[in-house]
């Protein structure tokens, strides 16, 4: 499995970003998939996680109402939509992928990494 992280950027407080996770090897349906996030001088924390048997998706509390994570199985990517961004949320964004279900419960030790893309909210 390879996952290929891209859409980050500088956006303005207030701002949207829309950030993709391409996947190949494996198709969606047997992987869950995770944005994790680490700002500078932070641990890496886990942000929001869709579930590859049904497609259910979890949030931090800190980014609920403002992200939205989605996938299109037809080009096995997972996006994750921001909105309403915030400086604090200024951090290199992962995406990660599991085989086991209940990852979204844990985001413990993932099997697969991607690249990392960063994020920067700054006027």
């Known amino acids: 499995v390879q996952l290929q992280a891209s859409g980050g950027g500088l956006v303005q407080p207030g701002g949207s970003l829309r950030l993709s996770c391409a996947a190949s090897?494996?198709?969606?349906?047997?992987?869950?998939i995770a944005w994790f996030r680490q700002a500078p001088g932070k641990g890496r924390e886990g942000v929001s996680c869709?579930?590859?048997?049904?497609?259910?998706?979890y949030y931090r509390d800190s980014v609920k109402g403002r992200f939205t994570i989605s996938r299109d199985n037809g080009k096995n990517t997972v996006y994750l939509q921001m909105n309403s961004l915030k400086p604090e949320d200024t951090a290199v964004y992962y995406c990660?992928?599991?085989?086991?279900?209940?990852?979204?419960?844990?985001?413990?030790?993932?099997?697969?990494w991607g690249q990392g893309t960063q994020v920067t909210v700054s006027s």
């Open positions: 990660a992928a599991d085989f086991s279900n209940f990852f979204c419960g844990t985001y413990d030790d993932p099997d697969y």
């Open positions: 090897g494996v198709a969606l349906d047997y992987l869950t």
């Open positions: 869709i579930r590859g048997s049904d497609g259910n998706t």
